[in-house]
């Protein structure tokens, strides 16, 4: 049987009500219960951290006892162990890995019982690590264990810079997916597979964050204005997430497409038509602008700019139909059609995500826009 020790807390406390008064020069003073002040170590000087609550109350915490507070959470790692059942598929202890690291832990302990070929086991999983986890590096090494640590800090690479980055590097595997069709070099298609890795680390990392400050309740350290915004960041990062996803295909289709011509069980006289694909990536240039202009729409909480973006990509439409129709009249090889359409429609759904981001400012700041308008 296992000894549990607990600590008591001090039960509440009414310490009674407290006049709030006017010094005469604009601040509002109210004086602090003497007990509490000398429980808590208070002097003259000392300095008092108010806290603001989302039912707006406020909670007083001396400097001191934050601090302190603060270096025992530091210094506390969140530490998880593992082991890899032999009877299992291997992709299940990666499962579980990424599931540790994207709620938060710290150091997570790889044990690998009674493994043949543990080997193999062990490369895989270093594999996916790299791939897989931004700011993770393999600590510690023993013939049947492997120590991961999370190294990289909340405050060292912010939720805005990782949003940011990662819708420029998802618009990026786009781009290059299309350019790829034209050119069929292995750098672009290395360039996109890479890409779309690094947006699936950005966004497993800006999850991780989401959950950090949602425990400690952090969310005006992490820019927010009220707590719903966590589901509004989880909801944009889905949608830059499938704008990778979208790129990856293009490009798998397009090496399928390429393999069949070099293995000659497809003879394609015109592969490009020059036209088509013109209007294509002006047409994805469009969707590329729209996409920018809402995630900076969101970072400056402005209404109005959301609002001038869902008009646009409503205004786009004709446009979307007038492509469908140009593609439909060519008489295309069905291939080649078929990768011309996986284009369409992954831009296409870059507008919507357009959309979707320009609703998320709206959600984000019609409360505080409507609650100071008043009638004139």
């Known amino acids: 049987m296992k000894h549990i020790s607990g600590v008591l807390g001090l039960a509440e406390k ?35 951290a108010f806290n603001l609550q989302p039912d707006s109350t406020l909670t007083l915490v001396p400097r001191a006892i934050m601090e302190k507070e603060g270096r025992q959470e530091s210094s506390k790692h969140k530490e998880y162990f593992i082991n890899v059942d ?90 290059d997916a299309i350019a790829s069709f034209k050119d069929r070099s292995t750098t672009l298609f290395d360039s996109v597979i890479n890409s779309r890795n690094d947006v699936n680390r950005l966004g497993l990392y800006i999850v991780r964050q989401l959950k950090y400050g949602i425990e400690r309740n952090l969310y005006r350290e992490l820019g927010f204005k009220t707590p719903k915004e966590f589901l509004l960041y989880r909801i944009a990062v889905n949608d830059i997430e499938n704008i990778g996803e979208n790129a990856l295909n293009i490009v798998n289709h397009i090496g399928t497409f390429q393999k069949m011509i070099d293995d000659e069980t497809l003879f394609v006289r015109d592969a490009i038509d020059e036209e088509i694909y013109g209007q294509l990536v002006s047409f994805y240039g469009q969707a590329q602008q729209l996409y920018e202009d809402a995630v900076k ?62 609703e998320l400012t709206l959600n984000r700041t019609v409360e505080e826009l409507c609650s100071t308008l008043t009638y004139k």
Not at 128 to 154: M, N, S, Y
């Open 86 to 175: 032999p009877k299992e598929a291997p992709v299940s202890a990666l499962r579980m890995i990424r599931a540790l690291y994207a709620i938060g832990a710290d150091i997570i302990h790889i044990h690998f019982k009674n493994i043949k070929d543990i080997t193999k086991y062990k490369i895989e999983t270093k594999n996916f690590v790299r791939d897989t986890f931004l700011g993770a590096e393999i600590i510690d090494e023993t013939p049947d264990e492997i120590t991961l640590q999370i190294l990289i800090k909340h405050s060292e690479f912010g939720l805005e810079k990782a949003v940011r980055r990662m819708a420029i590097v998802a618009l990026a595997a786009n781009r």
């Open 297 to 358: 729409a969101v970072f400056k909480r402005d209404y109005k700019d959301a609002e001038k973006i869902i008009s646009k990509r409503e205004s786009m439409i004709p446009l979307e139909n007038e492509l469908i129709m140009v593609i439909s009249s060519k008489k295309l090889d069905p291939n080649v059609a078929s990768i011309l359409r996986l284009i369409f429609d992954s831009t296409r759904r870059i507008l919507d995500y357009s959309r979707n981001m320009a």
């Open 14 to 48: 009414d310490l009674g009500y407290r006049r709030v008064q006017c010094t005469g020069r604009g601040s509002y003073i109210i004086s602090l219960p003497k007990d509490w002040v000398e429980d808590t170590g208070l002097k003259r000087g000392s300095e008092v």
